[in-house]
């Protein structure tokens, strides 16, 4: 009966060591979480309104905020826990806003634990309203 024991707490030890050292190496390898989920930055002179819908890979709603930006003002939101601790990559659609409908952008991107979505308004370019991903990696 001792022996039985022994090996099926070997068995339970044995996942969860496996489990526990992949995140470790994981953390080590990569660093720390990016903490911010997305960034929107007003390049522009000229104060805006932003709004800022994001759907996750089922297309269902996981967050939704308007801001009102002053030029040069950037703002963050910080990653949800199941992107900050996740070891895989996950799909959002980032639907953007500007000035209640003069201006809008839909643009599907690909995010981990170690990349940020940066908004970029600034009517000066070619399309104000600039999707982009910010990824880093690697001790800080």
Do not use: C
């Not at 805006?48 to 308007?66: A, Q």
């Not at 030029?71 to 990559?89: C, H, V």
């Not at 003069?102 to 309203?129: F, G, K, Q």
């Amino acid at each position: 009966m001792q022996n039985i024991r022994k090996i099926l707490f070997r068995l339970l030890i044995i996942p969860i060591a496996v489990i526990v050292s992949y995140y470790v190496l994981m953390l080590l390898a990569g660093g720390p979480a990016l903490p911010d989920f997305v960034e929107i930055r007003n390049n522009d002179t000229e104060p805006h309104e932003v709004t800022v819908e994001v759907l996750d890979s089922h297309n269902s709603s996981i967050f939704k905020e308007s801001y009102k930006l002053h030029p040069n003002e950037t703002i963050s939101e910080a990653k949800p826990f199941s992107l900050l601790y996740s070891i895989y990559m996950k799909e959002y659609t980032f639907r953007t806003t500007l000035d209640n409908g003069t201006e809008e952008s839909t643009i599907t991107i690909t995010l981990h634990r170690w990349s940020t979505a940066i908004i970029v308004i600034d009517w000066d370019n070619r399309y104000p309203i600039t999707t982009m991903v910010k990824v880093e990696t690697g001790n800080h």
